[in-house]
Every structure is written in C-alpha cells, then in structure tokens.
C-alpha cells in the first residue's frame, strides 16, 4: 500500500544537538512534500513544503530539508535544536493519484531536554 | 491571516448520543477535511469535500457522516457516538489548485462515556 513512514515515534535530544528526522514515501511519480508540526496544546502548522526547484528547503524556526528523489525521502533537520522545538512532527505527502489530498506519516514525537 | 475554526475545544458525550462537529474556514478554500488524530496514527482521513455538496470517503469513514451546504463549512456528523471514537478531530481546508497545502484548526478532544 502507498504509504509515508516515519522512522522514529520518539527522539530525546538535548538543547544544541543536531536533529534529522527521516521520512520516505513509496510513489512514484510526481509529489509535493511537507513537514507539518504541532506545538503542546496548539494545531498543526506548516513548517515547510517542497514541489519543485532547490530540493534543498528552508522553512521556518531554522528547519530545513532535503528531498532526496532516488531514496523517496524527505528528511527533516536543525543543526541545533532548542527547548521550544518540543513538538510532533509530521511529513506528509500530496502525489497525482491521490488529487487533493494529503498522506500523512504516523509523526514524531520530539522532546528537548533543556 | 488564514483561519479555520471549529466548534468546540473539548467534548464529552455519552455512547449512542448524535454528536456534530463544525467547521468553518474564512479562506474560501475549495476543499475542506476531516481527520481523526491518534497517538502513534497520526492524521487519518475521515472523509474530504470539494465542493458544496459533494463528499468523499477517506481511510476510515464507518461510523461518520459530513455535511457542506455553504462553502466555509464542514460538519462531522456521529450518528451513535461510541467509545472507540474518542479521539482528537481535526478539520482542514485547502485549495483547489497545488501543490494543496492544508491549513487546521485547533481540533476537538472527543471524549464518549
């Protein structure tokens, strides 16, 4: 089944470490990618989005991420993580057959120790 | 400033009871979701409207219904609630148009006794 996987459900950083959180996809063909988060008691809100051009995006807070075509992933990094970047996290993806909807991965929980 | 509503916050009814969820985005977005968010689930698809009067089923549409009579608005609808549809349920809108970025609202933590 067309799916978007999430590698990890929890990850324990402590404040100014590295984060990549992974995420692949099994389509084919054309796709636009998000990663979505959600802060503690808040909605979800777009953290940055990829449909074509630099596979390479920056999106908020010092997020970033890089699409990677051959390897069906979309991971998501900050070279040093704060406090406030306790969150869910969720990659989610829009391909052709699937026409105005999104698919969404299982999400990561993300904790920061301060 | 992008906004889409919904209704309450916090819900508790009892199993059996009707219960209705609305929605309401200010973007005059074509396409409006339902999604049910559960801890290690994430988002799934309850059911998904592109345009007034027109729905489609999602991943998990057993147990629901939805209603769009006016473009900004999106009801769930819950026939008989029970207690496995205690959850969080969000609402999103979207374009028409790509690459259908969605915008939520700040969801309703269901609980069914």
């Known amino acids: 089944a067309q799916s978007v996987s999430q590698h990890n459900h929890h990850v324990i950083l402590s404040e100014a470490a590295s984060l990549e959180l992974g995420c692949n996809y099994s389509?084919?063909?054309?796709?636009?990618l998000f990663w979505y988060v959600q802060y503690p008691g808040q909605h979800l809100q777009l953290l940055l989005k990829?449909?074509?051009?630099?596979?390479l995006v920056k999106g908020i807070k010092g997020f970033e991420a890089e699409f990677i075509k051959s390897k069906f992933s979309f991971n998501l990094r900050k070279p040093s993580v704060q406090w406030s970047d306790t969150a869910e996290y969720f990659c989610a993806v829009n391909a052709k057959e699937y026409g105005n909807k999104l698919v969404f991965g299982a999400g990561t929980i993300l904790r920061v120790k301060s | 400033d992008v906004k889409v509503t919904q209704s309450s916050r916090y819900l508790v009814k009892r199993t059996g009871e009707k219960v209705f969820l609305e929605c309401v985005q200010d973007?005059?977005?074509?396409?409006m979701f339902w999604y049910r968010q559960d801890p290690g689930l994430g988002l799934r698809l309850i059911y998904f409207s592109y345009d007034v009067k027109m729905k489609e089923k999602g991943d998990i549409p057993e147990g629901y219904s939805v209603s769009r009579e006016k473009k900004e608005r999106f009801s769930l609808i819950l026939e008989s609630a029970s207690t496995n549809q205690t959850s969080m349920y969000l609402c999103?809108?979207?374009?028409?148009?790509?690459?259908?970025?969605?915008?939520f609202g700040p969801g309703t933590r269901l609980t069914v006794t």
């Open positions: 389509y084919g063909g054309t796709v636009n």
């Open positions: 973007m005059d977005h074509e396409n």
């Open positions: 999103a809108s979207s374009t028409r148009q790509g690459p259908y970025e969605q915008y």
């Open positions: 990829y449909f074509s051009g630099d596979p």
